[in-house]
């Protein structure tokens, strides 16, 4: 990502085009010059952005690639043939250290490596860009600075530097309990919406955020090396007040759930 | 609660002035003569406010009972042989079907009754009390809509009517299920708050204004009759997750939590 051309001149390739990879795009369009990749691309492609082949979306000052976590060791082998030296590339999982491995593992020494965790999706960034996070972890190269700068300049993010081990441990915690949390509440029967404090209301919106996310997004959650203890740790703590209060009885057919 | 009397002229008895029952003198203490009694008076009563015996405070045409659910029994024996017929007596218990079984059996059957739930407190009222939830519970006597449309009126709240029963199994999921999550956050080590999602801020915003609740409003939700089934059917669906997912270990000691 050379910041002496202007940025319009700059080329950015976005490999994916999911939810995020189309949330991206439609943001940097008006800034960036767009070329984008995907076997199977969305329906409507968003204004601005040209699909291309994988070739040429590796050709850009900067490559993002949205993929899901799953799929990122694969496209990174794909992509490695085709990458040209001095190149900046960046990721967008939701867990660091995995991606992080797997980019340095099969991406050629001649790119330039940053990972990143944008702290939002769809549901978040209803509201403008500005003051949401960002987590960059400089992997390979100087360019995280810039590209930092940049970030915050067209779209107010605050940028968090961190290592991928800094940023899975908190992740752990933050996404991690928060998504455990969602999905208990997701799998009950439908809550009830009428009487409500102002804290079940925030409770619900953050509920509300996961339930939107994109698929692909839990198993990378959970592919978080700390994960598991995180959970434990809260879990260990639930155990401890249920046997303080006594859990009580839920019976099946129970009639209290739904309300008129 | 006489509305052909001009508004400064009804009289408002709080009996109890913890930390409710002094947000709500500094709240109606414009609007109405406000007389307060408590054994033991905060160092710095509300503007406004006039200290007084219980018989006094009972004598209001509206008489608001601010003390914890354990108490209320026992208030509401001492108050009976004070109280006039016609006198509108108000709670703002967290739990309504015990506080109004409290009411109905202690109080002499010639005052109107009101079981409420302020569904707010110090920290959700910061922002202005427009759009908070009050709930009403008509007990006895017609004066619940004229208290509804006051407190409309003047502070903007919407007034929920409903039953006890009503009241308690909706509260049982909506209040008793943030309180468990928040206190189970809580006896956690200090949680990150950097590298946070969006969800994760209102997550902890939710979990702020349960560690700000008055002592006794967790005793009060545990009285809820419905209370143990919604813990119950919730910690199935963490359980589930849990087997589904594994546990993780926690080691003791382990390093994890704090972060720097």
Redesign the interface.
């Known amino acids: 990502m050379e910041f002496c051309k202007s940025a319009s001149q700059v080329s950015l390739g976005i490999v994916g085009l999911g939810a995020f990879g189309q949330l991206m795009a439609e943001h940097l369009a008006p800034h960036l010059t767009v070329l984008a990749h995907d076997p199977r691309p969305p329906e409507i492609v968003p204004a601005g952005v040209t699909m291309a082949s994988l070739r040429e979306a590796c050709r850009c000052d900067l490559v993002v690639i949205a993929v899901p976590l799953a799929a990122l060791a694969h496209v990174c082998r794909e992509m490695a043939p085709l990458l040209m030296p001095g190149t900046l590339v960046v990721d967008v999982c939701s867990t660091k250290v995995e991606a992080s491995a797997a980019m340095r593992a099969e991406l050629p020494p001649y790119v330039d490596l940053v990972a990143s965790?944008p702290?939002?999706g769809p549901?978040?960034i209803l509201a403008g860009t500005r003051g949401?996070?960002l987590?960059l972890c400089p992997l390979r190269g100087r360019r995280a600075g810039r590209l930092a700068a940049f970030l915050r300049k067209h779209f107010g993010l605050k940028i968090?530097i961190?290592t991928p081990d800094?940023?899975d441990?908190?992740?752990?915690?933050?996404?991690g309990?928060?998504h455990?949390?969602?999905?208990?509440?997701l799998?009950?029967d439908e809550?009830?919406g009428?009487?409500?404090?102002?804290?079940?209301d925030?409770?619900k919106?953050?509920?509300d955020?996961?339930r939107h996310d994109a698929p692909g997004v839990r198993q990378a959650i959970?592919s978080n090396p700390?994960?598991?203890?995180?959970?434990?740790?809260?879990?260990?703590?639930?155990d401890?007040?249920?046997g303080e209060?006594?859990?009580?009885?839920?019976r099946p057919g129970?009639q209290?759930?739904r309300?008129p």
Do not use: N
């Open positions: 965790h702290m939002f549901q978040s949401l996070k987590v968090l961190a800094e940023h441990r908190e992740a752990a915690f933050t996404q309990l928060t455990l949390i969602a999905h208990a509440l799998r009950m809550l009830p009428r009487i409500t404090t102002r804290s079940f925030l409770l919106q953050a509920v955020m996961v959970e700390y994960a598991a203890q995180a959970r434990s740790l809260f879990l260990a703590q639930l401890a007040i249920r209060l006594g859990a009580g009885s839920a129970m209290i759930m309300l």
